[in-house]
């Protein structure tokens, strides 16, 4: 069974930093894609954050995240993590791990991710 479990989630005043966790467990592909996504209050849809592939561990970021977010696994313990410094307002919202098993390359596009965790909400306001 696939699991993906997120934690480290809170409130933070702008300009704070937080580490997110993903713990991962029953995955059984060869290679895959892994990443976060969040949705902000009031928005439709899940923006893709950052994503990482299992062989070649090449990183996508979003624009809006670049220079502050990083991303980072250890496969000792089958953990995501995001690093995020210099937060801002609009980071704030509920923060998705979810994987695309069997994907090619790294890529942030959500309807293709076919295993998601339950969240963990970000708050970021003074």
């Known amino acids: 069974q696939v699991q993906l479990v997120e934690s480290g989630g809170g409130w933070v005043q702008p300009g704070g930093s937080l580490r997110l966790s993903c713990t991962t467990s029953?995955?059984?592909?060869?290679?895959?894609?892994i990443g976060w996504f969040r949705q902000a209050p009031g928005k439709e849809g899940r923006e893709g954050v950052s994503?990482?592939?299992?062989?070649?561990?090449?990183?996508v970021y979003a624009d809006s995240v670049k220079g502050r977010f990083t991303i980072s696994r250890d496969n000792t313990t089958n953990t995501l993590y995001l690093q995020m410094s210099s937060l801002k307002p609009e980071d704030t919202g509920v923060y998705y791990c979810a994987t695309d098993p069997w994907a090619d390359y790294a890529h942030l596009r959500a309807y293709e991710y076919d295993y998601w965790g339950r969240g963990t909400q970000v708050t970021v306001s003074s």
């Open positions: 994503c990482v592939h299992s062989i070649d561990n090449i990183a």
């Open positions: 029953g995955f059984s592909w060869r290679y895959y894609n």
